[in-house]
């Protein structure tokens, strides 16, 4: 079982940068493949990128697209998510999640762990 622990958020002013990370409790790259989601207040929870157990494939939401990049360090058992030229619409609370499926989800019900969240808040 993955247990997951998101850091890294924070406020920013619009146009700056933040890097997140999730730790996992083994070597959950090698078993899962790992996404970030965010949930603004009022709004549902959505899909942000997604990486491959093997690193090799990935895959983002359009708003994000250019902006952000997901990547993980097998040897460390931390994903991150560097998220660059940050605007107010990117504020949410982040959260990483895993998903021992051979497919890349773009759907929160398909995770099977997730982490506690960490909050964005980009100022305009």
């Known amino acids: 079982q993955a247990q997951l622990v998101e850091s890294g958020g924070g406020l920013v002013q619009a146009g700056g940068s933040l890097r997140l990370s999730c730790a996992a409790s083994?070597?959950?790259?090698?078993?899962?493949?790992m996404a970030w989601f965010r949930q603004a207040p009022g709004k549902e929870r959505e899909f942000v990128a997604v990486?491959?157990?093997?690193?090799?494939?990935?895959s983002y939401a359009d708003s994000v697209k250019g902006r952000f990049t997901i990547s993980g360090d097998n040897a460390k058992n931390t994903m991150y998510l560097q998220m660059n030229s940050l605007k107010p619409e990117d504020t949410a609370v982040y959260y990483c999640?895993?998903?021992?499926?051979?497919?890349?989800?773009?759907?929160?019900?398909?995770?099977?762990?997730w982490g506690q969240g960490t909050q964005v808040t980009v100022s305009s």
């Open positions: 083994e070597r959950t790259f090698m078993r899962y493949n």
């Open positions: 999640a895993a998903d021992s499926s051979s497919l890349l989800y773009k759907s929160p019900s398909k995770y099977d762990y």
């Open positions: 990486i491959s157990r093997s690193g090799d494939r990935t």
